[in-house]
């Protein structure tokens, strides 16, 4: 029994020692996350800074080893005094500029009334700087039709940056999304636990390659599908094999070759299920993928995956495929990515003219192909037909998309701008505006600025009263959201298909030195209702899901259902 109780005491000392060594080995990395909070703070708060009258890059670089180097809150505090007096006195006098309609969502400065690490001097100094805190222009953020940090110094001579440049690099881009991402509020990770999770990995990472991949992974903390990590080194390798593939779940179907000969030689085709590559079961490579791709849903996933989920360094591959109820492995040579076509890897609807007729009654729009030399001709062709399908899966490149609406709106609609009715619904009385946006407001950092978009169309006493169908899926994303949503401001049309991507307002840059720079969403998309889209996609009215069998057939149950809509109507 003594034993016995002499085993449990050790046991209980074990348990007790791990956690306080765990939680001095978070001491330094929660010191760091402070200094930089505080370096960020003042970057967009205080005027000297944020002006741009002050190397503040300098300034981090000067004292983030005396920040890495605190051993207790007091060493911390020094440095924090530095950074203060670095920024010199802010005699700027307090001003309110929060008027209207404002977004508050993602304003977050709980960490500087309720940090433990932060002694009171310094907390009613950074408070006094908040009261009295720049509204002028900001040297590193501006509005320009998205959010712009053009004025950051890009460093791209900066490959493999220093341990103090990697940290520097981390906090520029914790911060501008701290203070300026419209969808910092729907993160799954709370934004603070995410710099402390990513500061151990910067500053112990020993290679270039290494370094990217940590910084792929910060793009997807952001689950935005815009987030790119742009300009890094080919980490999934140069090659690829010569297939172009649909996801979904954990099945991968091959859509479309690559390359006919290479295709033809591994006997691989269109409709085969991929099953292992090198004996890596699917699963356990997109496992591997994953961590590395950015999205914000599951079909956004599914969507980028696409993209790296094939690419390797092996010139021949072995690969394990399944078709029908026959399962062999083949030799695969591979081809160069940078030989891909993107027709095939976007898989975007389309056809020669961008527009068809089906039966005789049904006029057949691919949106991405609305150009202004056949916008008339695909005007003319609506009216004479009882019903129209856009076919909106893709991506709208043209303004003359917009010039297709005084067709469909019977006018302009008065009102108060913050209660809307909503096409189809109870007194709609004319053209709805597409969204609401939330902009950044560069001297108010956190807060953003919901602004209306402006309302389609013109007078029009005699509108189109046909039936209009929207066709929606993963393909749609950012611009493709938008034009599915300015579609759906036609009076009761209806959106058929499966989820969109999720993934809308345009993109951002920032700089991460090296010639990378990470991309996010500039500004948030909301319905008229303030309803998001963002992680969600468009609304559906009418969901279809495709499945495998689908794929392999090259069959479109959304189409189908649309047709079989229109029939129901008696529309052929």
Aim: hydrophobic content about 35%.
């Amino acid at each position: 029994m003594k034993a016995q109780r002499f085993f449990i005491i050790l046991a209980a000392i074990a348990v007790f020692a791990n956690i306080f060594n765990r939680g001095f080995a978070q001491a330094p990395t929660e010191r760091i996350a402070l200094y930089c909070k505080v370096w960020g703070f003042l970057k967009y708060h205080h005027p000297n800074a944020a002006n741009g009258t002050i190397d503040w890059d300098s300034v981090f670089i000067a004292h983030i080893n005396g920040a890495m180097a605190a051993k207790d809150n007091t060493q911390l505090s020094i440095q924090l005094d530095a950074l203060l007096a670095a920024a010199g006195t802010d005699d700027n006098p307090q001003t309110d500029s929060l008027r209207g309609d404002i977004f508050t969502r993602n304003h977050d400065l709980q960490w500087l009334q309720a940090s433990p690490l932060l002694n009171e001097r310094n907390r009613e100094k950074l408070q006094y700087i908040y009261v009295h805190r720049n509204h002028g222009s900001n040297r590193f953020v501006k509005y320009n039709n998205y959010t712009d940090y053009s004025g950051e110094k890009p460093y791209d001579d900066m490959v493999w940056p220093t341990e103090s440049y990697r940290l520097l690099f981390l906090s520029r881009f914790w911060n501008a999304i701290n203070y300026f991402d419209p969808y910092k509020f729907i993160t799954a990770e709370n934004w603070n636990s995410v710099l402390i999770r990513f500061i151990p990995m910067v500053r112990s990472v020993q290679d270039v390659m290494a370094y990217h991949k940590i910084l792929l992974q910060l793009a997807v903390a952001l689950h935005d599908g815009h987030a790119q990590l742009l300009g890094h080194d080919d980490i999934w390798g140069k090659y690829m094999l010569p297939a172009y593939i649909t996801v979904l779940h954990d099945t991968v179907v091959i859509t479309h070759s690559g390359n006919d000969s290479l295709c033809r030689l591994a006997n691989m085709q269109q409709g085969d299920i991929i099953i292992a590559i090198n004996g890596e079961s699917i699963a356990k490579r997109i496992a591997r993928f994953k961590p590395y791709t950015t999205s914000s849903s599951q079909v956004s996933l599914n969507r980028h995956l696409e993209y790296t989920l094939l690419c390797t360094n092996d010139t021949v591959q072995h690969v394990t495929i399944k078709r029908g109820q026959k399962t062999f492995t083949t030799k695969v040579s591979s081809m160069l990515v940078s030989q891909r076509n993107w027709q095939y890897i976007n898989n975007y609807t389309a056809n020669e003219t961008g527009y068809k007729t089906i039966g005789d009654s049904i006029a057949y729009i691919y949106t991405m192909q609305i150009w202004d030399k056949n916008v008339d001709t695909i005007l003319s062709l609506i009216r004479s037909k009882k019903a129209v399908i856009f076919d909106a899966r893709s991506y709208t490149q043209n303004d003359a998309f917009y010039n297709i609406f005084g067709m469909f709106l019977p006018g302009p609609a008065a009102g108060n701008k913050n209660t809307f009715t909503m096409p189809g619904e109870p007194g709609y009385s004319g053209s709805a505006a597409i969204n609401y946006n939330t902009f950044i407001m560069p001297d108010e950092p956190g807060y953003f600025k919901w602004q209306l978009s402006p309302k389609l169309g013109g007078v029009n006493p005699h509108p189109y009263t046909g039936t209009v169908i929207i066709l929606a899926d993963e393909r749609c994303q950012s611009q493709g959201e938008y034009s599915i949503m300015a579609l759906q401001t036609i009076p009761n049309s209806i959106t058929i298909g499966s989820p969109t991507a999720g993934a809308d307002g345009a993109v951002s840059y920032i700089p991460m030195g090296g010639k990378l720079g990470i991309t996010h969403s500039g500004y948030g998309i909301y319905y008229p209702d303030k309803t998001p889209t963002q992680q969600c996609g468009v609304r559906i009215d009418i969901t279809v899901n495709k499945t495998i069998t689908d794929i392999i057939n090259r069959k479109d149950p959304a189409l189908d259902r649309a047709l079989q809509y229109l029939k129901t109507k008696g529309i052929q």
